[in-house]
């Protein structure tokens, strides 16, 4: 076992997808995120997304998309396999395997799920629970042509440095809402899949204090 992927199970040990989740910080600016309404966020669709950690001979690295530019919503941005639960999921995570298998071909008995994140509010109407899979070395991932046109990888090490995020500010109905964003090689990583990431981060970081 990698030292690596110690350390992340530990962090991610305890928390589960029962009871009360955890909510993503918005962070909106003069602390406006405390004056939303919890009967805002229970109207939000609920959905789930795999945070596929690849278990590669050189290391760990996290699985990632870049949608299709035929869809009708958030076209070519990059994301994490998953999507709106559905009446047959019996929970987040087998809402999140299925939607990996479907978009990337993943099979889900190789998704073994150490952990969730925090619930993350998007601004298309979804609650999003993060479910943290580690995927064995599977020899070949197919992106769903239909939803996905690439997949990549990106190192975990390279996820977990908190220098490596940046805040930024989209106007959006003559609002500034707040987001981040990370680069790797050509890859632009940001919105809610970068603050997911983030999330990660900062949750391995307060476990090691």
Same mark, same amino acid.
């Given at each position: 076992?990698? @030292?690596?992927?110690?350390?992340?199970?530990?962090?991610?040990?305890?928390?589960? #997808?029962?009871?009360?989740?955890? %909510?993503?910080?918005?962070?909106? @600016?003069?602390?406006?995120?405390?004056?939303?309404?919890?009967?805002?966020?229970? &109207?939000?669709?609920? +959905?789930?997304?795999? /945070?596929?950690?690849?278990?590669?001979?050189?290391?760990?690295? /996290?699985?990632?998309?870049?949608?299709?530019? &035929?869809?009708?919503?958030?076209?070519?941005?990059?994301?994490?396999?998953?999507?709106?639960?559905? #009446?047959?999921?019996?929970?987040?995570?087998?809402?999140?395997?299925?939607?990996?298998?479907?978009?990337?071909?993943?099979?889900?008995? +190789? /998704? #073994? /799920?150490?952990?969730?994140?925090?619930?993350?509010?998007?601004? &298309?109407?979804?609650?999003?629970?993060?479910? %943290?899979?580690?995927?064995?070395?599977?020899? #070949?991932?197919?992106?769903?042509?239909?939803?996905?046109?690439?997949?990549?990888?990106?190192?975990?090490?390279?996820?977990?440095?908190?220098?490596?995020?940046?805040?930024?500010?989209?106007?959006?109905?003559?609002?500034?809402?707040?987001?981040?964003?990370?680069?790797?090689?050509?890859?632009?990583?940001?919105? +809610?899949?970068?603050?997911?990431?983030?999330?990660? &981060?900062?949750?391995? +970081?307060?476990?090691?204090?």
């Amino acid at each position: 076992m990698f @030292p690596l992927e110690r350390r992340l199970r530990a962090a991610l040990a305890g928390t589960s #997808e029962a009871g009360r989740r955890p %909510v993503t910080p918005i962070e909106l @600016p003069m602390k406006l995120d405390k004056l939303i309404p919890p009967l805002l966020f229970k &109207s939000l669709r609920p +959905a789930a997304v795999l /945070v596929p950690v690849m278990k590669r001979p050189d290391g760990l690295r /996290v699985l990632l998309t870049r949608r299709s530019e &035929s869809l009708r919503s958030h076209k070519g941005q990059i994301s994490f396999p998953g999507g709106g639960r559905e #009446e047959a999921d019996e929970s987040a995570a087998a809402a999140a395997k299925r939607e990996a298998q479907e978009e990337t071909g993943i099979p889900p008995e +190789a /998704v #073994e /799920v150490i952990g969730y994140l925090d619930d993350y509010p998007t601004i &298309s109407k979804y609650m999003v629970t993060p479910v %943290v899979g580690l995927v064995e070395d599977v020899p #070949e991932v197919k992106p769903c042509a239909r939803e996905v046109a690439q997949i990549f990888e990106v190192p975990l090490p390279f996820l977990l440095e908190p220098r490596n995020y940046e805040r930024k500010l989209l106007s959006r109905d003559g609002f500034n809402v707040p987001f981040f964003e990370l680069n790797y090689q050509s890859w632009r990583i940001w919105g +809610a899949t970068a603050g997911m990431l983030r999330n990660l &981060s900062q949750i391995v +970081a307060r476990h090691e204090g």
